[in-house]
């Protein structure tokens, strides 16, 4: 089982529009970030995670064409936009795209993107919406899910099992609750949350992030969705061991 992170970035991506690179080097590649969205696969299984705005531009990177499902964290735009583009990946399949998501998530989805799901005026529907439920097995991977609150609302924390090795997957979240600790105890790799250093009212900051890696204590911890103040080579530098800052592009093996 690997991941690729497509985006490692938050809803405004770096630079911001109007060349804003806050703190990050821009010189630096790996500042660079599009919107969160991760890719966990084997050799018989593609999971996408969210579909980003930046979507297109992140499978074209990655070289794919094809995936079994998407996941849904949530419906927050920088999170679903990108939707249309499954489009396209439903005409190789032949076929609309399995899409999971929890039940407030699926009804924002299929009211906001009604054709995505339903089809019109001759067009086919893009996505098969279902619920994504606590536990599922998607071709060779298997998935638990834990809701994490999100400000008002809440995001789907995932960990994915394969031949004895997991990897969790935790964004837009600002507390950890009990069962988002029992899921995500234990991992060999931890993709997580970890906006900036001041604190945020729906999003970890970095102090916060750090000190729930120590207490769950993965073997491996990757920093996502990260803004603009999160110079890549500056936190690599001052992050304990284990912990690393994650970049567009990245992929992993737990």
Avoid at 168 to 176: N, S, V
Avoid at 227 to 249: K, N
């Amino acid at each position: 089982m690997r991941v690729r992170i497509l985006g490692s970035g938050t809803s405004s991506g770096v630079p911001r529009i109007g060349n804003d690179w806050g703190a990050c080097d821009p010189g630096d590649p790996r500042n660079r970030r599009s919107r969160a969205s991760i890719l966990v696969w084997t050799g018989t299984t593609r999971i996408l995670i969210d579909t980003s705005p930046d979507m297109r531009e992140q499978l074209l990177a990655a070289d794919v064409a094809d995936i079994d499902a998407v996941i849904w964290t949530h419906d927050h735009a920088d999170h679903c936009h990108g939707i249309d583009d499954l489009r396209q990946i439903m005409h190789f399949r032949g076929h609309a795209v399995r899409g999971l998501a929890r039940s407030f998530a699926l009804e924002q989805l299929q009211l906001r993107f009604a054709y995505a799901f339903h089809g019109r005026a001759g067009y086919r529907p893009t996505v098969a919406g279902e619920l994504l439920p606590d536990s599922l097995t998607i071709g060779d991977i298997t998935i638990r899910v834990a809701d994490q609150p999100h400000g008002g609302i809440t995001s789907a924390g995932l960990r994915f099992e394969h031949n004895g090795k997991s990897i969790g997957y935790a964004t837009d979240f600002h507390e950890m609750t009990s069962a988002m600790r029992t899921l995500y105890m234990g991992l060999d790799l931890w993709i997580v949350d970890a906006l900036r250093v001041e604190p945020h009212p729906t999003h970890p900051n970095l102090a916060s992030t750090l000190e729930w890696i120590r207490e769950l204590a993965p073997k491996r911890a990757v920093l996502v969705h990260m803004d603009q103040s999160m110079d890549f080579a500056t936190l690599a530098a001052g992050l304990p061991a284990g912990v690393e800052p994650g970049h567009d592009g990245l992929e992993l093996t737990p």
